[in-house]
């Protein structure tokens, strides 16, 4: 009997005496050193971060995005690299059974010392690399990171094979192929620790993947099944808890481990689900999801997963004119509006949420409801598609191969299975996530771009090997088995402009225009299914200029902008597309502004065309969003994160309601392109006005037009009305949206030169009844500090078109490039920090007709 109580102590003390620690994760990213390997020189370095990053903040180089120093840093990638950094372990830490160093990314070719043990090569930035460091960590520890130049691993790779690789060394490092240089960016080979860099230390188990994944929806239920890998010492009992933090429900498994990794499933469900849709649909609704791993009622871990209820499909099904390509999201086909993204951080590899945070504002803004994130730049930082989840973006997203063709050996294969396997599992919880796909243009470059000439047969097909091994088996396999539910699509664009299946099946790019000189009418021409690249550059705004070249104006042909400008024809393609246009201005401003005037033109004669085809076509993505350096460019938003003319243009273009004419012999058909799920009847107003403002016809007309459709509404014969075509605009309203139609181009418009009247108030105390003081006067009128916005009322006698005002503060006007119709005030808003009224400056294209 006393042996008996005696027992029950012992076990209670043991109980009592072994509470559970929660398992701890240490992140290092103080008190880091770095030095070039044959110098040794140790200064401060930031982790995460590149080696050019801290090199720039020390001053040991010129920033390489002004003037022409990029060329002054290249020296910087062709040498060796060394982090190091000492680290203290408490004795509470240190007592914990098991520890693992994880790196979230080295770029590239990196080999990691612990207390002088290598314990680490690598050899891709894309992926993140754990190693047990249980038997070698101590109390104080000396961590060492050795970063090998990429130059010369490139170079003894491509030795090894009798042929070139298109398109040069970049093709042997897994790292963003853009910094080797691109048609938009500099050559920046950043090497340094780019991700965090933490210290898991744990004694029973640890929670290695959550995959929530939704089997099954209905108006009632949402099925959900929750994956888990844990990682347990031995064979014990974890608890898996998961707690809907929207409707307070929880539920809890308790299951038996083996010892290493087990996984698990629990089914839990969701009453009357709330669905996830992009922002021009719907509510972007996510479920706040905790999930928290146990054991004897201590909790070990705890995460928090949005979960996004959602389908959606790729469709791609043979029909009487090729094949479909188009998204359905909960069951509907959605038409897909946004661009093409790139990286927006080149050299400081640490998030800076705020630009983060702007760009997807200016997506949402702009009613863009997909971005391509395109295969030479990175995988996102988890934060990029946080903020896609709950602004209600869709994400298309490459796989990081791009316009080349890359090495096959098993090598190679496997540590791209690995890049793959590891980023689809990052990134399959995210509803924003829409589509994998293989590469940018390797098929198309492969089929098209001359990159066979001068190989043999037998190269040929080696090369064609290595990618239909990558392309069409690693990582089809790679979505299908870890993200079932997402499609994936081999390369972008399916066929190449070269190939007559171009406009009828599959994803397509139109270079004709910009890269082939067409003009931008061909985008009416050949409109493919689904368009998911075309562009046209254009000169950022001055105030970027003027950052990078450090000048206070800004000069035509500038010796320190030029090298901004990465196409070798690009300079000229623009003058040569500005002249069939637009008037050729000689004054720098004034060609910058044109020059954003022309993209602008170009794009929405695109995106209207694509838009106006729909459900033929159901996607229309440009190139390109943002920039990563000050550039000359195919962005519609400029490195230091202003609008073009392209991004308020594109703003309009994608409005969920859309009218659109197109001009057939003496009829102009005009079109409501609705993407909305609801009909919509309203009126629809014509005005044909002349640009002295007299009206020359005017017609009213009761209209339908249908949910998620295109659909001529009226068909306005020409020939019957009497007007001067370079002197009259068609004014078509219906319900809230406008649009403007002119019968000739820009350049042939007879555009009067007449002064414009401008008032400026603050917002809230705006009178909406609009008594304008003489000419270009200011207001000054107090303001709150709940009032964040100025309003600008213009009004001029005769039409003015493009009207682009620019003020003397930071801040953001709500519609610019604008036209503004003869004797119609229109008011826009300017949102700014500042306190006083801005100091205006205003553009036209009239002032530019001699
Ligand atoms: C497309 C892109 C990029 C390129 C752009 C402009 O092909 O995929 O490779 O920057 O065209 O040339």
Known sequence: MGKHYYTFFIIIFTFLSCEEKPNKILLLHEDWQFSEVEKIKWQPANVPGTVQADLLRLGEIPDPFLKNNEDSIQWVSSKNWQYKKQFSVSEEILKRTKHFLKFEGLDTYAEVFLNDSLILSTNNAFRSWEVDVSDALKAKNKLLVDFKSPDSIEKAEAKKLNYKLPEGNRVFTRKPQYQYGWDWAPTIKTMGIWRNVSLESYDIARLKDVFLQTKSISDSLAEIVAKFEIETLKAVEITLRITNKNTSE????????????????????????????????????LYDIEIELLHNKNVLETYSKNLGIRTIELVTEKDSIGESFYFKLNGKPVYMKGANYVPQQMLDAKIDREKYTQLIGDAVSANMNMLRIWGGGIYEDDYFYNLCDEKGILIWQDFMFA???????????????????????????????????????????????????????????????????????????????????????????????????????????????????????????????????????????????????????????????????????????????????????????????????????????????????????????????????????????????????????????????????EEKKDTLNIFVVNDSFKTIKDSLVLKLLNFDGEVIHKKQLAIESPENSSKIVYSLPLETLKFDRDFSVLKINFGKSEYLNYFVKPKDLKLKKEEIEIEVCCSVERSRDLSLPSNSKVLDCARTDNNLCFSVTLVSKTLQKNVFLEADEKGKFDDNFFDLLPNEPKTILFSTESKTPPKLKLKTLNQLFP
């Open 250 to 285: 929880t539920i809890s498994s308790t299951f038996k481990t083996k010892a290493g990794e087990s996984e698990f499933q629990m089914p839990f469900s969701i009453k009357n689900p709330k669905l996830w849709w992009t922002h021009n649909l719907g509510d972007s609704f």
């Open 403 to 661: 316009c080349a063709m890359y090495p096959g050996d098993a090598e190679f294969l496997e540590n791209a299975k690995q890049e793959a396997i590891e980023n689809v599992k990052r990134l399959r919880n995210h509803p924003s996530i829409a589509l994998w796909c293989g590469n940018n243009e390797n098929n198309e470059g492969w089929h098209r771009w001359g990159w066979q000439e001068g190989k043999t047969e037998a190269q040929k097909q080696e090369i064609w090997d290595s990618y239909y091994a990558l392309f069409n088996h690693i990582l089809p396999r790679v979505v299908d088995s870890l993200s079932p539910k997402i499609s994936y699509w081999e390369s972008s664009p399916k066929f190449g402009r070269g190939d007559k299946r171009y406009q009828f099946q599959g994803d397509a790019h139109d270079w004709w225009v910009w890269h082939d000189g067409y003009p931008f009418e061909h985008f009416e021409k050949k409109v493919p299914r689904f368009m998911s690249e075309f562009g046209f550059q254009s000169f950022p705004s001055p105030e970027t200029v003027k950052y990078a070249t450090g000048r206070d104006s800004v000069f035509k042909n500038d010796p320190l902008f030029a090298n901004h400008q990465k196409h070798v024809r690009g300079f000229k393609i623009i003058e040569e597309y500005m002249a069939r246009d637009f008037p050729v201005p000689q004054n720098a401003e004034d060609y910058m502004y044109v020059s954003q005037l022309l993209q602008a033109r170009g794009i929405t004669m695109g995106i209207h065309a694509h838009r106006r085809a729909k459900p033929y076509n159901m996607g229309t993505l440009y190139w390109q969003l943002n920039d990563c350096w000050p550039a000359i460019s195919w962005s519609s938003i400029d490195y230091l994160g202003n609008w073009k003319a392209l991004h308020y243009k594109a703003k309009k273009a994608f409005e969920n309601v859309l009218i659109s004419t």
